[in-house]
Nanobody, 115 residues
Framework: QVQLVESGGGLVQDGGSLRLSCAAS????????MGWYRQAPGKQRELVAS???????TYADSVKGRFTISRDNAKNTVYLQMNSLKPEDTAVYFC?????????WGQGSQVTVSS
């Protein structure tokens, strides 16, 4: 079983920055893709960014140039650096990892951007 612990959410003003972290622990042989999703009230969960085991990255168009995803394989951790935050980025952010061919989700972190 794999546990995911997210941290780094909070309240920030328009134009501010936050960094989310998601650490995986437990019996892990291989971590494959890792990523971040978000869900705003009344909306479906959407992909924000993902990173493969080879560090290839994918971003939603809405965050390109503002967000950066990275991973530290030694720590089994994925990060999301969020700059130039906008009120429309307000959502609950979830990390998702694929470990040993099983998908795991984090508990969710609230990110609120005030105008």
């Amino acid at each position: 079983q794999v546990q995911l612990v997210e941290s780094g959410g909070g309240l920030v003003q328009d134009g501010g920055s936050l960094r989310l972290s998601c650490a995986a622990s437990g019996s892990i042989f291989r971590l494959a893709a890792m990523g971040w999703y978000r869900q705003a009230p009344g909306k479906q969960r959407e992909l924000v960014a993902s990173i493969t085991s080879g560090s290839n990255t994918t971003y939603a168009d809405s965050v390109k140039g503002r967000f950066t995803i990275s991973r530290d394989n030694a720590k089994n951790t994925v990060y999301l650096q969020m700059n130039s935050l906008k009120p429309e980025d307000t959502a609950v952010y979830f990390c998702k990892v694929v470990a040993d061919f099983v998908v795991y989700w984090g508990q969710g972190s609230q990110v609120t951007v005030s105008s």
